[in-house]
Nanobody, 125 residues
C-alpha cells in the first residue's frame, strides 16, 4: 500500500538548520509531483513547497522562499526539505503529500491524495 514516512524533525535554535526526509513506498515515486505542507499550532494547513517529477522545477511559498530547498532522489524514493535560517514562526508539523492530478472539463484538477504522519519541527527563539 502507499506509505509516506517523514523523519528528521526535532528542536532547533532560531537561525539554525534542519533537513526533513520523506521515504515513500507503494507507488512509482518518479511519476508524481510531491509537496511539503505544514500546520503551525492552532492554525490551518499551509503549503510550503512542491517539486516536479524529475526535480527540475520547484516552487515555494513566500514565507520560506530563499530559506528552504526541496529536492528529491527518485533512485531512493525519497523527498527532502532542507530548512535554513529557521525562525520561531517555522514551528509546525511538517507533512509530505502526493499530488494527484486529473483532467476533466477542459482543465487539470489537483489534490493531495496521500499524506505522511508528519514530523514536528520546533524552533526556539
Amino acid at each position: 500500500q502507499v506509505q509516506l514516512v517523514e523523519s528528521g524533525g526535532g528542536l532547533v535554535q532560531s537561525g539554525g538548520s534542519k533537513t526533513l526526509s520523506c521515504a515513500v513506498s507503494g507507488f512509482t515515486f518518479s511519476n508524481y509531483i510531491m509537496n511539503w505542507v505544514r500546520q503551525a499550532p492552532g492554525k490551518g494547513l499551509e503549503w510550503v513547497s512542491d517539486i516536479n517529477w524529475g526535480g527540475s522545477s520547484t516552487n515555494y511559498s513566500d514565507s520560506v522562499k530563499g530559506r528552504f530547498t526541496i529536492t528529491r532522489d527518485n533512485s531512493k524514493n525519497t523527498l527532502y526539505l532542507q530548512m535554513d535560517s529557521l525562525k520561531p514562526e517555522d514551528t509546525a508539523l511538517y507533512y509530505c503529500a502526493r499530488t494527484f492530478r486529473t483532467y476533466y472539463d477542459g482543465s487539470y484538477h489537483a489534490r493531495y491524495d496521500y499524506w505522511g504522519q508528519g514530523a514536528q519541527v520546533t524552533v526556539s527563539s
